[in-house]
Each structure stands twice: as C-alpha cells, then as structure tokens.
C-alpha cells in the first residue's frame, strides 16, 4: 500500500524560506517510472503543479515558480523534499505530495499525500 | 504553458443525472489527459487517466473520451457520493504540467 505524509512548519513569514517534506512509503524512488511531486491549492482555488522529481533525479519545475524551487531525493530515507524561497502571503495554500507514474501514455498522480496547510503571514 | 479549460465551471445535477465536463487543452497533448475528483477537506482522487483509462477501483459509471485538444468526463448515473470538484491535468509537456480550473458538481 503506498501512502505519502507532507510535513513542514504550518506558519511561514513573508521572505522566509519554505521547506517541506514528504515521508513515502509502499514504493522505491528508485524503480523505473516513478516519481514524486508537490502540487498546491490555495484556499477556494484550482490545483497548482509545483515540481517533480523522477526516479533517475531527473527533475522538473512549473516555469513560472522555477526560481523559487528545489526539489530533491532521498532514496534511502523514503523523502523528497521540497524548497520554496521568499515566500509571500499569495503562497498561502494547502501543499501535496503525490506519487507520479510515468509509463508511456500513464503519467500521472495516483495517490495523494493528506496535504498541509501553509500560511504565510507576519 | 499548455493552458486547460474546463466547462462549466459550475453544475447542478441531480442523483441519477448523467452528466458530462469537458476538458479543451490549448495544443494538442494526444492522450495524456487525467481527470481528478476532489472533496472539500480532502485530497484529489485520480479517476482517468491517459484520456479514457479507468484508475483501479473507480466506478463504472466514470468514463473519459478524447484526443488531441478536447476530452470529457462522463458519469453516466450521478450518486450522492459524486458530488465533489473534477479537475484534468495534462500530462503531454511534463516540463509544465498544468491543471484545468476545476468544475464544481452540485446537488440540484
């Protein structure tokens, strides 16, 4: 069974340095086809893609938040890690983690962490 | 970026109805469309995937069309338990996945 859990601070300041991190279990970030993303949703909003990360460490970021992000792997520990520099109040948003699948036409996100809630404020 | 829009945003149905959203994709992504549904509180369930692929243990009564730049969402009998928000995700340009806006699906 796989399950995915977000952790990270619940309450960020403006410019700080956001950092979350998803704790895996039922799969290997190593296996063929697997990755790991962080996807956001602020309250009331559509589903914002934020980054991936692939079992090869081949990494990808949404273009307009690219200069903000780093994601990486910790194949060992079962953990990717998300960063997000100088947060802002419109950063305020529920964050996921969610298990990708990439096999030919198959990519996707099939399971979902529970998702955290980060609010940014002073 | 390829940019997803959903219709409608909004609607009301009743259990039993059969209702459909549509999905149109800026450029053509072939198959690689994803349909999502998500409750308040809770995160996005995959139901669709690769634009008509049934995820292991969804109804029967979810299905999904389409190619290139248009797709739908059908269900066929709406339950109680299927009003929620849909949302597609194409997969096609995986250096920019992008989300449609969502169709929240209500009880009329």
């Known amino acids: 069974q796989i399950t995915l859990k977000e952790s990270g601070p619940t309450l960020v300041k403006p410019t700080q340095t956001l950092t979350l991190t998803c704790t895996f279990s039922?799969?290997?970030?190593?296996?063929?086809?697997?990755?790991v993303g962080w996807i956001r949703q602020p309250p009331g909003k559509a589903l914002e893609w934020l980054a991936l990360i692939y079992w090869d460490d081949d990494k990808r970021y949404s273009p307009s938040l690219k200069s903000r992000l780093t994601i990486t792997k910790d194949t060992s520990k079962n953990q990717v890690v998300l960063t997000m520099t100088n947060m802002d109040p419109v950063d305020t948003a529920t964050y996921y983690c969610a298990h990708h699948l990439w096999f030919g036409e198959l990519s996707a996100f099939d399971i979902w962490g529970q998702g955290t809630m980060v609010t940014v404020s002073s | 970026d390829i940019q997803m829009t959903q219709s409608p945003s909004s609607l009301s149905a009743s259990v039993g109805d059969r209702v459909t959203i549509t999905c149109r994709a800026s450029q053509s992504i072939s198959s690689y469309l994803n349909w999502y549904q998500q409750k308040p509180g809770k995160a996005p369930k995959l139901l669709i995937y690769a634009a008509s692929s049934l995820q292991s243990g969804v109804p029967s009564r979810f299905s999904g069309s389409g190619s290139g730049t248009d797709f739908t969402l059908t269900i066929s009998s709406l339950q109680p338990e299927d009003f929620a928000t849909y949302y597609c995700?194409?997969?096609?340009?995986?250096?920019?996945?992008?989300f449609g806006q969502g169709t929240r699906l209500e009880i009329k």
């Open positions: 995700q194409q997969s096609y340009s995986t250096l920019a996945i992008t």
């Open positions: 039922g799969f290997s970030l190593s296996t063929s086809g697997v990755g």
